[in-house]
């Protein structure tokens, strides 16, 4: 009478590109999640500034803003004026303005960390890395309209927006529209190496 015993599978080696892709993507990974929560707490406190704070630390004009840490808070420049002193709808208007130029960074922040966790997982040539380019791209378009829709309602609040207009927006505009077409090729590359692998 034979006995057959049966013999594990070999061990899958992973090729060397791919570890090293692990293992660059984990710090990676890491230093967006820190980014993403720095960037949070900033958005959470200016938010939170603008709508509570009545003191002189925090002042804005038509072009920008200003906080002050020193210990004594120099007088207030001509053209100038302290958030506190805004009327509400004001206040209200800046902070949404805010939330429309940051929250889009925080989303390509998350989706970056979203993107090389995969990436150190050892996930590189399947449809949810293309999904998470797609969706960097969709947020790189929105953080170059953002500083356009945020002046049309500070404007609209009555308050003079002069700071709008950033060059950093048309590049944002450029990288979304080319991020498109790559996830585009990532997903067609998924799908051909998801049909190599039913060939054995």
């Not at 015993?5 to 060397?16: A, I, K, S, T």
């Not at 984990?26 to 820190?34: G, Q, S, V």
């Not at 120099?74 to 302290?82: D, L, Q």
Request: hydrophobic share 55%; glycine share 8%; with cysteine.
């Amino acid at each position: 009478m034979a006995l057959i015993l049966p013999f594990p599978p070999p061990p899958v080696e992973q090729p060397p590109l791919l570890s090293r892709i692990r293992r660059l993507s984990r710090p990676l990974e890491w230093l967006f999640t820190a980014l993403f929560a720095l960037g949070a707490g900033i958005l959470v406190l200016a938010v939170s500034g603008a709508l509570a704070y009545g003191g002189d630390r925090l002042q804005v004009w038509p072009g920008g803003i200003q906080i002050y840490v020193e210990p004594a808070v120099p007088p207030v420049p001509p053209g100038w004026t302290t958030v506190g002193a805004l009327p509400w709808v004001q206040k209200l208007a800046l902070s949404v303005s805010a939330c429309l130029m940051v929250v889009p960074a925080l989303a390509i922040l998350w989706r970056l960390r979203s993107l090389f966790r995969l990436y150190g997982e050892g996930v590189v040539l399947e449809a949810r890395n293309a999904r998470c380019i797609a969706a960097i791209a969709v947020w790189l378009i929105a953080y170059a309209v953002g500083p356009t829709l945020g002046h049309l309602v500070v404007a609209a609040s009555g308050f003079d927006d002069r700071g709008w207009l950033r060059l950093d927006s048309l590049q944002a505009l450029v990288l979304g529209l080319v991020l498109v077409v790559v996830a585009r090729v990532m997903r067609w590359g998924a799908e051909v190496a998801d049909d190599a692998a039913r060939f054995v």
